[in-house]
């Protein structure tokens, strides 16, 4: 069964700085997606960034990147000049067909 | 273009009494799903639809949880009778296919159960 593992309940990172959220996953296939998703207090998920398994290139979008490591079932997330609105519960997303598999969430708190 | 909508938003009740949650998709997604998320966890699928059929209702606890889509738009979740345990966010997401495109979400519905 595929699973996803984020072992860093809580991060925290100055204003203007860069900070890297950690994913692994597990999974027996070859084609899939990843996503990182943001949680706010609002609780409604929004998609920060996708990555399809196939492609070698890292996605980026904007201040968002992430590091893609398929052979290590890698994916972290970094987000650059971090601002204070991007404060929120971050989930790394495994997606193989109709199942979205989420991993347990990083709090990230963004200190002026 | 509006996004997936969810009421109520909050719903706090007493155990053993029953409660339904009510989502509408964005138009023209086939797909539609019903997570449930316990505090500071990541979501977990109760219910996949494809149209108005469950393809994936392998998580949903069917002694006391149902739902339905009726003609493939709108869907409800029902749980009856509500225990303790069932206090989380229920959050409702559609995609257009069951494939590896984009899930939106809606806001979801905060059960406490008393």
């Known amino acids: 069964a595929q699973t996803v593992t984020q072992s860093q309940p809580e991060m925290s990172v100055q204003e203007a700085e860069t900070v890297t959220l950690s994913c692994t996953y597990d999974t027996s296939e070859s084609d899939y997606y990843l996503f990182w998703y943001k949680q706010p207090p609002s609780r409604q998920m929004i998609l920060v960034i996708r990555?399809?398994?196939?492609?070698?290139q890292n996605a980026t979008e904007n201040r968002f990147s992430v590091n893609f490591q398929k052979a290590a079932k890698s994916f972290s997330l970094k987000i650059s000049d971090s601002q204070l609105g991007d404060a929120a519960m971050y989930f790394c997303a495994y997606r193989n067909g109709g199942k979205l598999i989420f991993g347990q969430g990083t709090t990230l708190q963004v200190k002026p | 273009e509006a996004g997936v909508v969810q009421s109520p938003r909050y719903k706090i009740i007493e155990k053993k009494q029953p409660v339904a949650f009510w989502c509408n998709p964005i138009s023209g997604h086939n797909t539609l799903y019903w997570y449930r998320q316990n505090l500071g966890q990541g979501p977990e699928l109760l219910i996949r639809y494809e149209n108005e059929e469950a393809v994936d209702d392998s998580q949903l606890p069917k002694d006391r949880f149902s739902a339905e889509r009726l003609k493939g738009v709108d869907s409800t979740l029902k749980i009856q009778p509500a225990e303790l345990g069932d206090s989380a966010v229920y959050l409702c997401?559609?995609?257009?296919?069951?494939?590896?495109?984009?899930?939106?979400f809606g806001s979801g519905t905060q059960l406490s159960v008393l």
């Open positions: 997401a559609s995609s257009e296919t069951g494939g590896n495109e984009k899930l939106f």
């Open positions: 990555q399809e398994a196939y492609k070698q």
